[in-house]
């Protein structure tokens, strides 16, 4: 984590995916944007996917083939409140939920509620997941 030049003092990273403007310019991100895009990278990302940080990501892909029942979604939801307190400091999580989707039995849908620490912004994602078991 840096900081962003045009605004000192806020810990933002790079975009991930950055994507230039009209005129061709590429940004840095928003404190709010680049805490966002860390948590969605975060849960979609293996360990070792990432060059130089070998243990970055949740590790989700291991749940695909499990059934889903209360235990599975209870593992997602430890694996994904550890990952978030170790590479997601910037932010304090209000809730955490892993619930089956009704109308798709093997589909869990992961809801996110937090809090950005510097700034007290308070945000929310959600993300569907695939099980198949």
Same mark, same amino acid.
């Given at each position: 984590?840096?900081?962003?030049?045009?605004?000192?003092?806020?810990?933002?990273?790079?975009?991930?995916?950055?994507?230039?403007?009209?005129?061709?310019?590429?940004?840095?991100? !928003?404190?709010?944007?680049?805490?966002?895009?860390?948590?969605?990278? #975060?849960? +979609?990302? @293996? =360990?070792?996917?990432? &060059?130089?940080?070998?243990?970055?990501?949740?590790?989700?892909?291991?749940?695909?083939?499990?059934?889903?029942?209360?235990? !599975?979604?209870?593992?997602?939801?430890?694996?994904?409140?550890?990952? #978030?307190? +170790?590479? @997601? =400091?910037?932010?304090? &999580?209000?809730?955490?939920?892993?619930?089956?989707?009704?109308?798709?039995?093997?589909?869990?849908?992961?809801?996110?509620?937090?809090?950005?620490?510097?700034?007290?912004?308070?945000?929310?994602?959600?993300?569907?997941? @695939?099980?198949?078991?």
């Amino acid at each position: 984590m840096t900081t962003n030049p045009a605004q000192p003092g806020l810990p933002v990273g790079w975009p991930l995916i950055p994507v230039p403007d009209a005129q061709g310019s590429l940004h840095w991100p !928003t404190l709010e944007a680049s805490v966002r895009q860390t948590i969605r990278a #975060l849960l +979609v990302t @293996e =360990p070792g996917e990432r &060059l130089l940080h070998p243990r970055f990501g949740a590790a989700l892909q291991q749940f695909v083939h499990h059934p889903n029942s209360v235990l !599975t979604r209870r593992r997602i939801r430890d694996r994904i409140g550890e990952t #978030l307190g +170790v590479y @997601e =400091p910037r932010i304090a &999580l209000s809730n955490l939920t892993v619930e089956p989707q009704p109308d798709a039995p093997a589909v869990i849908v992961v809801s996110i509620s937090y809090t950005i620490r510097m700034t007290g912004q308070a945000d929310d994602l959600s993300l569907a997941l @695939e099980l198949g078991g």
